[in-house]
């Protein structure tokens, strides 16, 4: 089994010289690659020490660089920290809230026709 690693141990690593960051709830220990980086040092610290996986996808990295990304995975991010995703999303609620608004609507114009008749 990887070693879990706690969200709140990650942070502790957040300088140039001890970097770590998570990507997909793994983490990485980047410090050695940071002055390899092609997108730069800088672009690495700034994320230092915390969730990188939105900052790394934007970026649209090739498939080579998530390859590298093994060269420096040192364990999964702990369960503990890795928020739920809820079976309803706020886009479900919203859908449903349309359709409901949707319907009601189409209930009232159909009894307003018959009404008239
Ligand atoms: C932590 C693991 C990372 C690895 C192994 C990695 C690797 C690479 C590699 C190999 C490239 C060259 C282009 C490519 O092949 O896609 C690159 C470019 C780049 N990376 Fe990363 N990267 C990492 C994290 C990040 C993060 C977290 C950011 C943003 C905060 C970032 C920002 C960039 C940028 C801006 C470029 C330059 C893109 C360009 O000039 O087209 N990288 N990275």
Redesign the pocket.
């Known amino acids: 089994m990887s070693k879990e690693i706690r969200l709140a141990t990650v942070k502790q690593h957040n300088k140039p010289t001890d970097l770590w ?1 998570v ?1 997909d709830n793994k983490v ?1 220990d ?1 410090t050695k ?1 940071r002055l390899e ?4 040092e800088d ?2 610290v ?2 230092a020490g915390r969730d ?1 996986t939105k ?2 996808n934007d ?4 498939s ?2 998530r390859e ?2 093994k060269k ?1 995975y040192i364990g999964d991010l702990d369960a503990a920290d890795i928020p739920k995703k809820s079976p309803i999303s706020c886009r479900h609620i919203a859908l449903a809230l349309g359709a409901a608004f949707i319907g009601i609507s189409l209930v009232y114009v159909i009894r307003r026709g018959v009404a008239r008749n």
Do not use: Q, R
């Open positions: 960051v990507i990485y980047v690659f980086h092609p997108g730069g672009t690495l700034d994320v990188a900052d790394f970026v649209g990295h090739s080579e660089a590298m990304l420096y």
